[in-house]
């Protein structure tokens, strides 16, 4: 028979107890095993009972708000510097193609090679 999960298994007190403690807590791994809750379940019930406004965190919270600005701009900025090493690998796949085939035919090679 499969196990069937409780709707509500912590009060909602305990709940909101839980994350008061998460804001000010250094060490979430500590807090979820000391309460007997999953860290990820801290987490959702943190944004049901704290929506995030504007995608900058909690206004409670400055230090979380501030650390979720750095990882949106980190992410942004790591998605701009993929792009632009996809962009170069793939100009560098097209020069290298052209100098092989140039090689083959016996054509000289638009650029000279360093003599190291």
């Known amino acids: ?15 909101k107890m839980a994350v008061e403690r998460l804001k000010s807590c250094e060490n979430i791994v500590a807090l ?24 900058a965190g909690p206004p409670s919270n400055s230090r979380e708000r501030e650390l979720r600005q750095q990882i949106g701009h ?23 193609a052209r100098r092989q085939s140039r090689d083959n035919s016996g054509g000289r090679a638009s650029t000279n090679r360093s003599e190291k």
């Open 1 to 15: 028979m499969a196990k069937k999960r409780t709707v509500g298994r912590y009060p909602k007190a305990f709940r």
């Open 32 to 55: 979820s095993e000391e309460l007997g809750v999953h860290r990820r379940l801290l987490y959702k019930w943190r944004d049901q009972l704290e929506p995030i406004e504007d995608g």
């Open 74 to 96: 980190l992410k942004r900025l790591v998605a701009d510097k993929t792009l632009e090493a996809d962009f170069f690998k793939g100009a560098l796949q097209k020069i290298e």
